[in-house]
């Protein structure tokens, strides 16, 4: 079973970049159908997608957040990684990474990490 892992700073100050990454245990991001994408959750509020990267390498990204995130991928470490620029005390959240297998819009297997507490904050 595929199981992500989230690692990275707990305190990010404002303005600066937060890189958060994912390791992926129990399958490989190579694998056929494999993609790897980016939640948070504010505190008090729902649950936000931020975007994926899908096992051809190819990224999508929510309009919101677009002109200041990436995803990139190490497959030689089995990982992928976010990167949120100019970040601001909005940003404070529980950032999940799932990883998992997209078929189709009817199928599809998500494995959840545990969440990363992230503070925006001097």
């Known amino acids: 079973q595929v199981q992500p892992q989230e690692s990275g700073p707990g305190l990010v100050k404002p303005s600066q970049t937060l890189s958060l990454t994912c390791t992926v245990s129990?399958?490989?991001?190579?694998?056929?159908?494999?993609?790897g994408s980016w939640i948070r959750q504010p505190p008090g509020k729902g649950l936000e997608w931020m975007g994926a990267?899908?096992?051809?390498?190819?990224?999508y990204y929510s309009p919101s957040l677009k002109s200041r995130m990436s995803i990139s991928r190490d497959t030689s470490k089995n990982q992928f990684t976010l990167q949120l620029t100019s970040v601001t005390p909005e940003d404070t959240a529980v950032y999940y990474c799932l990883g998992g297998y997209y078929y189709s819009d009817s199928r599809r297997e998500d494995y959840w990490g545990q969440g990363t507490q992230v503070t925006v904050s001097s």
């Open positions: 990267i899908a096992v051809s390498g190819n990224t």
């Open positions: 129990g399958g490989s991001i190579t694998a056929n159908y494999y993609y």
